[in-house]
């Protein structure tokens, strides 16, 4: 082989072999992303849960949660920021959750109140079975 024959090869293989990955990537999304795998817990009887306050602090993987026991049944939302990933915290006075890193708000729905954020809280699907509560990380909006 021709040393210039060579190096056309090495070019031809430079460009093929990334739009390769792309060609595969998108005809098989799933073959090259690593998709978290679902976790859930046990958060405990809901009687016991709810017996002095009408919210509780859990988690599932690495998502630490709230779950709020409401008139219309229970609901979730990853405590996690939307806009840096900070743990924000649930003011139980003004019912409202703060971010501690960049002033952010949200209300008790996980509605954006105040920037940076833009993005409202991620409701996380929780459950009940027989009185006990369930929660896991899978995310519903």
Known sequence: ML?????Q???????????AWLGLNALVPTLFRHSEPN???????????FRDSKHVVSQVADIPAIIFDRADGIVAYSLLCTHAQCVVHFDEK???FLC???GGAFDEHGNVTAAPPTKPL???FVSE???VVYLANRVLS
């Open 9 to 19: 090869r090495i070019v031809d293989l430079c460009i093929a072999a990334p739009l």
């Open 129 to 131: 079975h027989k009185g």
């Open 39 to 49: 976790h859930a817990v046990i958060v405990g009887k809901r009687e016991e849960l």
């Open 94 to 96: 003004e019912h409202q």
């Open 3 to 7: 040393r210039r024959q060579v190096l």
């Open 100 to 102: 501690p890193c960049h």
């Open 122 to 124: 991620q409701r996380l």
